[in-house]
């Protein structure tokens, strides 16, 4: 309805933000907003996010995102690269990394969005996701237990160059009680470890009694405390 802050064309028909794929960044335009605080569930009721860019020394801008739209963008396309964001009138685009995402604790609905300013050759710090290729020796020929340690990896790197995964060979985990630490992951030349090289990522433990003899993986989750949304 009319007055609601939502972004509409000259006909009052709501305006769509749209996301795209240009040159390996995607670009999604977002609208100003001007609802903030609990006026802002008038905004999700309607199928739209809160959001907000900071960064750079520059004045925060508050912004909102079709929620149909920003949802296709992590499925097609992923959160943790370079984000274009586009704003009315604007000549340019603002690019961005997601640094968080808000969920209510109860629907698992997106409340709220934040988005850092970055340059395409700035060097940043991200966490990579790890992904464990390959069979472990000391599953396959001893029965042991392989465990995931960390489930991704803090690196530098430059902003225009973030990996969506790096790949963690397990081969050289042949005995029981094997480990790999960060410094065994390969790493593209220009990036560089955040984390100390001994910090364990993956590790091959003895089996439990009653467990049968057969590859077994057990992961060990992060957990997260819910955060109410910021406006």
């Not at 959160?79 to 586009?86: E, K, W």
């Not at 808000?102 to 409340?111: A, F, N, R, V």
């Amino acid at each position: 309805m009319p007055g609601d802050g939502l972004p509409r064309d000259q006909e009052g028909e709501w305006i769509m933000a749209q996301a795209t794929s240009r040159r390996g960044t995607t670009e999604l335009a977002v609208a100003p907003r001007t609802m903030v605080g609990k006026a802002t569930k008038h905004l999700r009721r309607a199928g739209v996010i809160p959001a907000n860019i900071y960064g750079h020394k520059e004045a925060s801008i508050a912004v909102q995102i079709d929620t149909h739209t920003f949802d296709r963008l992590r499925r097609e396309h992923g959160l943790r690269g370079i984000i274009a964001l586009r704003l009315p009138g604007e000549k340019g685009t603002q690019t961005v990394l997601v640094r968080h995402i808000q969920y209510d604790p109860l629907s698992g609905k997106i409340l709220h969005v934040d988005f850092s300013r970055v340059g395409m050759e700035e060097q940043i710090e991200m966490k990579i996701p790890l992904h464990f290729v390959g069979e472990a020796p000391g599953v396959k020929i001893h029965g042991g237990v392989l465990l995931h340690l960390l489930e991704a990896l803090p690196v530098g790197c430059k902003a225009s160059n973030i990996l969506e995964s790096i790949d963690v060979d397990l081969s050289s985990l042949t005995d029981i009680e094997s480990v790999l630490h960060a410094s065994d992951v390969k790493l593209p030349a220009d990036y560089k470890l955040a984390i100390d090289a001994d910090e364990l990522i993956a590790k091959v433990a003895a089996p439990r009694a009653g467990l049968p003899e057969a590859e077994a993986v057990a992961s060990v989750p992060e957990t997260t405390t819910p955060t109410s949304p910021s406006e």
